[in-house]
């Protein structure tokens, strides 16, 4: 990876981070599909301990949500 930051206004990372990713779906009891992406950024330069993150998205049982317009240029 370049060196570069962490979040826009946030800590920078060294050209020597690692970052591991793990993705995992699991079943709720209640039948929920959830996928979660989890982040662990290690960089003994500028770290002192991993940054570690997570997303979770749940799968909607079908596509009545979604709006799908197209993209206009700015």
């Known amino acids: 990876m370049k060196p570069g930051y962490l979040r826009k206004n946030g800590v ?3 050209e020597n981070t690692v970052l591991t990713e793990y993705f995992d779906r ?3 009891a209640n039948g929920d599909d ?3 992406v989890t ?3 290690d960089d003994s330069k500028y770290l002192n301990q991993s940054f570690i993150t997570s997303s ?3 799968k ?3 596509g009545s949500k979604w709006r ?3 993209c206009a240029a700015q």
């Open 12 to 14: 920078p990372y060294s």
């Open 26 to 28: 699991h079943t709720e």
């Open 34 to 36: 959830w996928f979660t």
């Open 39 to 41: 982040t662990i950024v």
């Open 56 to 58: 979770g998205f749940k």
């Open 60 to 62: 909607e049982r079908d």
């Open 68 to 70: 799908a317009t197209p």
